[in-house]
């Protein structure tokens, strides 16, 4: 018989194959991560990636950014399609002061999440608050967050959350004042470019928020979050008039 070489040589590059995918999956997440740690510290300087362990399968790793708390970074049922250049796993982002879940896929020129859920403590918040001089109260349930990014911007965006109310804590020049506020819902979506986001309180919206791709933000607040903060506005406008309106360029 014939040893058939066009069959015998199929067979050998299945089998390479094979081994290869299977050392890749079962490489250490920490030799897989030395390949890109010098590129992700020239692109985010202020992320610190410490604790990489397990494999490129199912790992996990400690995350520290700016002033934020640290948080474990945990992935698994990964999917990688090597000759597409796209992949894909089950991620999750935890700490005592927030636990978040999602779906991650990406290629070379987008990100996407999907299925993302899981809550925000108002310590979290601080962090990010705290050099506007705010702190607040209570927790964020981020019901929902679906978003396409490439390189550029985003290409599609919707996310629904909901604030459990509370105190809100702002401070300037050395004095603060304290406010209570019901709870309060947000939902976010897309507009073009533009990402526009409505706060609501039992339906009624309370703040309107729009963002650029230019980093240019928009905000108009209404005389109905003043209200509910039980200290109505001097001019006395109807709840749904604009009382506050801010445009400033955040980057």
Same mark, same amino acid.
Request: glycine letters at 8%; charged letters at 20%; hydrophobic letters at 45%.
């Given at each position: 018989?014939?040893?058939?070489?066009?069959?015998?040589?199929?067979?050998?590059?299945?089998?390479?194959?094979?081994?290869?995918?299977?050392?890749?999956?079962?490489? #250490?997440?920490?030799?897989?991560?030395?390949?890109?740690?010098?590129?992700?510290?020239?692109?985010? &300087?202020?992320?610190?990636?410490?604790?990489?362990?397990?494999?490129?399968?199912?790992?996990?790793?400690?995350?520290?950014?700016?002033?934020?708390?640290?948080?474990?970074?945990?992935?698994?049922?990964?999917?990688?399609?090597?000759?597409?250049?796209?992949?894909?796993?089950?991620?999750?982002?935890?700490?005592?002061?927030?636990?978040?879940?999602?779906?991650?896929?990406?290629?070379?020129?987008?990100?996407?999440?999907?299925?993302?859920?899981?809550?925000?403590?108002?310590?979290?918040? %601080?962090?990010?608050?705290?050099?506007?001089?705010?702190?607040?109260?209570?927790?964020?349930?981020?019901?929902?967050?679906?978003?396409?990014? %490439?390189?550029?911007?985003?290409?599609?965006?919707?996310?629904?959350?909901?604030?459990?109310?509370?105190?809100?804590?702002?401070?300037?020049? %050395?004095?603060?004042?304290?406010?209570?506020? &019901?709870?309060?819902?947000?939902?976010?979506?897309?507009?073009?470019?533009?990402?526009?986001?409505?706060?609501?309180? %039992?339906?009624?919206?309370?703040?309107?928020?729009?963002?650029?791709?230019?980093?240019?933000?928009?905000?108009?607040?209404?005389?109905?979050?003043?209200?509910?903060?039980?200290?109505?506005? &001097?001019?006395?406008?109807? #709840?749904?008039?604009?009382?506050?309106?801010?445009?400033?360029?955040?980057?």
């Amino acid at each position: 018989m014939r040893f058939n070489w066009k069959l015998g040589l199929g067979l050998s590059a299945v089998l390479v194959i094979s081994i290869a995918v299977f050392l890749v999956v079962l490489a #250490p997440a920490s030799i897989a991560y030395s390949f890109i740690r010098e590129d992700l510290m020239q692109r985010a &300087p202020q992320l610190l990636v410490t604790q990489v362990g397990g494999t490129v399968w199912n790992g996990s790793a400690f995350l520290e950014f700016d002033a934020f708390p640290g948080s474990t970074l945990t992935w698994n049922d990964v999917d990688v399609a090597p000759f597409a250049r796209r992949i894909g796993a089950r991620v999750r982002l935890a700490a005592a002061s927030h636990d978040l879940s999602s779906l991650l896929r990406a290629n070379a020129t987008e990100l996407e999440l999907t299925d993302t859920n899981g809550r925000i403590d108002h310590t979290l918040l %601080d962090a990010w608050g705290e050099r506007f001089g705010l702190a607040f109260a209570g927790e964020v349930d981020l019901r929902q967050l679906d978003l396409v990014a %490439d390189q550029r911007w985003l290409k599609a965006l919707e996310a629904d959350l909901a604030w459990s109310g509370g105190a809100v804590s702002y401070t300037a020049y %050395d004095q603060t004042e304290t406010y209570r506020l &019901p709870p309060l819902d947000l939902k976010a979506r897309l507009d073009g470019e533009v990402v526009r986001a409505d706060v609501t309180h %039992d339906g009624a919206q309370v703040i309107e928020v729009t963002l650029g791709p230019d980093g240019v933000s928009y905000v108009a607040v209404k005389a109905r979050l003043f209200l509910l903060a039980e200290l109505p506005w &001097p001019g006395g406008q109807p #709840p749904d008039e604009n009382v506050i309106e801010v445009e400033r360029p955040l980057w």
